[in-house]
Protein backbone atom coordinates (compact mmCIF):
# COMPACT_ATOMS: atom_id res chain seq x y z
CA UNK A 1 0.00 0.00 0.00
CA UNK A 2 1.28 3.32 -0.76
CA UNK A 3 -0.03 6.77 1.27
CA UNK A 4 0.46 9.71 -0.68
CA UNK A 5 1.49 13.38 1.36
CA UNK A 6 0.06 16.95 0.13
CA UNK A 7 1.75 19.74 0.91
CA UNK A 8 2.13 23.21 0.16
CA UNK A 9 -1.34 24.25 0.45
CA UNK A 10 -1.64 27.51 2.80
CA UNK A 11 -3.21 31.32 2.02
CA UNK A 12 -2.12 33.70 -0.61
CA UNK A 13 -3.14 36.93 -2.41
CA UNK A 14 -4.95 37.41 -5.59
CA UNK A 15 -1.60 37.11 -8.11
CA UNK A 16 0.20 35.25 -5.66
CA UNK A 17 1.96 31.51 -6.20
CA UNK A 18 1.97 28.41 -4.32
CA UNK A 19 3.98 25.46 -5.14
CA UNK A 20 1.85 22.04 -3.94
CA UNK A 21 3.57 18.58 -3.45
CA UNK A 22 2.15 15.17 -3.64
CA UNK A 23 4.83 12.64 -2.36
CA UNK A 24 4.45 8.77 -1.81
CA UNK A 25 4.96 7.30 1.12
CA UNK A 26 7.95 4.95 -0.19
CA UNK A 27 10.01 4.23 -2.90
CA UNK A 28 7.67 3.41 -6.29
CA UNK A 29 8.85 1.49 -9.66
CA UNK A 30 7.33 4.49 -11.59
CA UNK A 31 4.52 7.00 -11.73
CA UNK A 32 2.86 6.47 -15.43
CA UNK A 33 -0.26 8.85 -14.44
CA UNK A 34 -0.85 11.88 -12.07
CA UNK A 35 -3.72 14.12 -11.83
CA UNK A 36 -4.74 16.77 -9.75
CA UNK A 37 -8.33 17.65 -8.66
CA UNK A 38 -9.78 20.23 -6.58
CA UNK A 39 -12.98 20.32 -4.99
CA UNK A 40 -15.28 23.19 -3.00
CA UNK A 41 -17.99 22.45 -0.75
CA UNK A 42 -21.53 21.58 -1.99
CA UNK A 43 -19.67 21.26 -5.47
CA UNK A 44 -18.51 17.90 -7.28
CA UNK A 45 -14.56 17.46 -7.64
CA UNK A 46 -13.26 18.76 -10.45
CA UNK A 47 -9.87 18.22 -13.05
CA UNK A 48 -7.15 21.13 -12.86
CA UNK A 49 -4.77 18.98 -14.73
CA UNK A 50 -3.88 15.58 -15.85
CA UNK A 51 -0.38 14.00 -17.39
CA UNK A 52 -0.95 9.97 -19.10
CA UNK A 53 1.46 8.62 -21.49
CA UNK A 54 3.07 11.90 -22.36
CA UNK A 55 0.27 13.85 -22.98
CA UNK A 56 -0.96 16.87 -20.72
CA UNK A 57 -4.34 18.60 -19.87
CA UNK A 58 -5.32 21.35 -17.72
CA UNK A 59 -8.57 22.79 -17.57
CA UNK A 60 -9.38 26.04 -19.22
CA UNK A 61 -9.86 27.79 -16.07
CA UNK A 62 -5.89 27.29 -15.26
CA UNK A 63 -4.14 26.69 -18.39
CA UNK A 64 -1.47 28.88 -18.87
CA UNK A 65 -1.67 29.34 -14.97
CA UNK A 66 -0.83 26.26 -13.61
CA UNK A 67 1.74 23.57 -14.74
CA UNK A 68 1.73 19.96 -13.30
CA UNK A 69 4.89 18.22 -13.05
CA UNK A 70 6.73 15.09 -11.74
CA UNK A 71 10.15 13.98 -10.25
CA UNK A 72 10.40 10.12 -10.48
CA UNK A 73 13.70 10.07 -8.20
CA UNK A 74 11.46 11.50 -5.49
CA UNK A 75 8.32 9.61 -6.49
CA UNK A 76 6.26 13.18 -5.92
CA UNK A 77 4.30 15.00 -8.16
CA UNK A 78 3.66 19.00 -8.29
CA UNK A 79 1.67 21.39 -8.85
CA UNK A 80 2.72 24.65 -9.53
CA UNK A 81 0.33 27.58 -9.26
CA UNK A 82 0.51 30.77 -10.25
CA UNK A 83 -1.64 34.03 -10.93
CA UNK A 84 -3.99 32.78 -8.64
CA UNK A 85 -7.10 33.89 -8.72
CA UNK A 86 -10.20 33.95 -5.55
CA UNK A 87 -12.24 30.97 -7.87
CA UNK A 88 -8.90 28.81 -7.11
CA UNK A 89 -9.92 28.44 -3.60
CA UNK A 90 -10.54 24.70 -2.98
CA UNK A 91 -9.16 21.58 -1.30
CA UNK A 92 -6.68 19.82 -4.11
CA UNK A 93 -6.25 16.36 -4.19
CA UNK A 94 -3.48 14.99 -6.22
CA UNK A 95 -3.72 11.49 -7.65
CA UNK A 96 -1.33 8.83 -8.97
CA UNK A 97 -1.36 6.10 -11.39
CA UNK A 98 1.65 4.08 -10.24
CA UNK A 99 3.38 0.64 -10.77
CA UNK A 100 4.80 0.07 -7.44
CA UNK A 101 7.67 -2.62 -8.21
CA UNK A 102 9.40 -3.28 -11.36
CA UNK A 103 7.51 -6.92 -11.38
CA UNK A 104 4.41 -5.04 -11.15
CA UNK A 105 2.04 -5.77 -14.28
CA UNK A 106 -1.11 -3.57 -13.02
CA UNK A 107 -0.83 0.16 -12.69
CA UNK A 108 -2.76 0.99 -8.73
CA UNK A 109 -4.17 4.32 -8.23
CA UNK A 110 -3.99 6.49 -5.26
CA UNK A 111 -4.87 9.61 -3.83
CA UNK A 112 -3.33 12.23 -1.32
CA UNK A 113 -5.65 13.54 1.53
CA UNK A 114 -6.05 16.93 0.53
CA UNK A 115 -4.26 20.43 1.29
CA UNK A 116 -6.58 23.62 1.54
CA UNK A 117 -5.63 26.43 -1.03
CA UNK A 118 -7.35 29.59 -0.05
CA UNK A 119 -6.51 32.71 -2.59
CA UNK A 120 -7.84 35.93 -0.97
CA UNK A 121 -6.65 39.43 0.07
Known amino acids: QVQLVESGGGLVQPGGSLRLSCAAS????????MGWYRQVPGKERELVAISNGGSTNYADSVKDRFTISKDNAKNAVYLQMNSLKPEDTAVYYC????????????????WGQGTRVTVSS
Open 95 to 110: NMGVLEYSYSRRQRDY
Open 26 to 33: RSIWSINA
